[in-house]
Nanobody, 115 residues
C-alpha cells in the first residue's frame, strides 16, 4: 500500500510565495517519477512540475522561472517552491508518485492566490 500526502497549501497574495511538500510511504517503494499536477475550477488537471524517470525535471511553461521542484530520494519526498504567485495559479495541487509502473495520488492541497 502506497500513500502520498501533500501539505503546505493556503491563501497568499499575488506576488507572494508558498512551499508545498509531499511524502510517499509504503513497502517496496521504488519511485520512478514524482511531481505535481494542479486542477483549477472548470479546467482539466495539468502537469506543473515533475522529476521524470530519467532524473530530469520538467516544468510547465506557465510556471517556468517561478516554481522550483526539489526532492529527497532518501525520504521519498518532493517539494514545490512557488514564487511570484499569480491569481491564475489558484488550483488544487496534487502530488503523484510513479511507483514501478503505477501512479499514486495524494488528496490535493488548495492554493488560492488572491488579494
Amino acid at each position: 500500500q502506497v500513500q502520498v500526502v501533500e501539505s503546505g497549501g493556503g491563501l497568499v497574495q499575488p506576488g507572494g510565495s508558498l512551499r508545498l511538500s509531499c511524502a510517499a510511504s509504503g513497502s517496496r517503494l521504488r519511485i520512478n517519477a514524482m511531481g505535481w499536477h494542479r486542477q483549477a475550477p472548470g479546467k482539466q488537471r495539468e502537469l506543473v512540475a515533475t522529476f521524470t524517470s530519467d532524473g530530469t525535471t520538467y516544468y510547465a511553461g506557465s510556471v517556468k522561472g517561478r516554481f522550483s521542484i526539489s526532492r529527497d530520494n532518501a525520504e521519498n519526498t518532493v517539494a514545490l517552491q512557488m514564487n511570484s504567485l499569480k491569481p491564475e495559479d489558484t488550483a488544487v495541487y496534487y502530488c503523484y508518485a510513479l511507483v514501478w509502473a503505477t501512479s499514486y495520488w495524494g488528496e490535493g492541497t488548495q492554493v488560492t492566490v488572491s488579494s
